[in-house]
């Protein structure tokens, strides 16, 4: 498929595998430049030869994410995928838990669009695609720190 993408540049949290791998190998197909918070560059840099660069963060927390836009430069396409939120109904998750769970997963989305989002707007080009669970629309109760983090977003 050609998705008139190829020379655009794309910061992929969560890039190592599932979902953030696929869309990684997708974009390096269509001849994006990734930047990569995760540890899959070398196969991909191999497979497809695009530049991979890899930025090691802990992204639940803002002075992290502003670090990798730093390093990351200029970004045509951004992909939140970054964070997974454990089981649990409400009680069984605990504050602790739900708030290192969100500060990755919701906060670190929020925080990424904040940095990434005003130069795109200003170029009048870009696109940020939030990756989110389907439990944002099904809600379950054993999932609810997911289904309202999913929600949120």
């Known amino acids: 498929m050609d998705l008139q993408i190829a ?18 190998e997708v974009l390096a197909e269509e001849g994006c430049d990734l930047v990569l918070v ?14 991979v660069q890899t930025i090691a963060a802990d992204l639940s927390t803002d002075t992290a994410v502003r670090e990798v836009v730093a ?3 200029e970004i045509d396409i951004l992909v939140n ?15 602790e838990t739900w708030r290192k769970a969100w500060d990755l997963k919701v906060f670190g989305y929020i925080s990424l669009c904040r940095e990434i989002y005003p130069a795109m707007a200003a170029r009048k080009s870009g696109v940020i695609v939030n990756i989110i669970g389907a439990a944002g629309e099904r ?7 997911g289904a309202a983090g999913n929600s949120a977003l």
Do not use: S
């Not at 020379?7 to 990684?24: D, F, P, S």
């Not at 995760?38 to 530049?51: D, K, S, T, Y």
């Not at 995928?81 to 504050?95: C, E, K, R, S, T």
């Not at 809600?139 to 720190?145: C, I, K, N, V």
């Open 71 to 73: 390093k990351a430069g």
């Open 38 to 51: 995760a540890q899959a560059a070398e196969e991909i840099r191999g497979r497809h030869q695009v530049n």
């Open 81 to 95: 995928n970054a964070g997974a939120i454990p089981p649990g109904n409400l009680m069984q998750v605990d504050d």
């Open 139 to 145: 809600h379950p109760a054993g999932y609810m720190a």
């Open 7 to 24: 020379g655009k540049r794309a910061l992929v949290t969560g890039g190592n595998k599932g979902i953030g791998r696929a869309v990684a």
